[in-house]
């Protein structure tokens, strides 16, 4: 597969133990370490995944969120948010930013990985119906 997957994380530490975890499962990984470099990497590389820290320098996570799903190309990337400082309504205000899915600190290195896993089946399966669907348009093959 080799699917790439973007991680924001300003804390270098955090940034590791992402890394770490998966690491075995063959991905190619982008790292950004600040939201704006985020949103440039994002908009660059176009990631298949993005795990996103919501704390962070310039843009902070949700804002980042909200900025590439304004635009048309990151409307369905999956952006999985991870916090530090889970308070009351934070997981809403994630979801309503457009976080697929919300998660807090310390990361659950065994679950990370099964989650990307699916979400990135998932997102293959919907890519495939779509292109295989009947309706006279064909995936040009590449
Ligand atoms: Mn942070």
């Known amino acids: 597969m080799n699917e790439r997957i ?9 940034m590791k133990v992402v890394l ?8 190619t990984f982008l790292q950004a370490t600040d939201g704006e470099e ?12 993005i795990i996103m820290d919501i704390q962070l320098p310039k843009l902070n996570g949700l804002e980042v969120t909200r900025k590439l799903r304004d635009t048309v190309a990151f409307s369905h990337i999956p952006i999985i948010a991870i916090t530090a400082f889970a ?18 600190k310390p990361i659950n290195t065994r679950q990370l990985p099964v989650m990307i896993a699916e979400i990135l089946l998932q997102r293959q ?4 119906s779509t292109n295989g669907d009947g309706n006279g348009e064909q995936d040009p093959g590449n």
Do not use: F, H, W
């Open 125 to 128: 399966k919907i890519n495939s």
């Open 87 to 104: 308070m009351k309504g934070d997981k809403e205000r994630a979801i309503e930013a457009g976080c697929d899915v919300y998660l807090t």
């Open 6 to 14: 973007l991680i924001v994380e300003d804390n270098p530490q955090n």
């Open 20 to 27: 770490v975890a998966l690491r075995p499962y063959g991905y």
């Open 38 to 49: 985020a949103l440039d990497m994002a908009t660059r590389e176009r990631p298949d995944l």
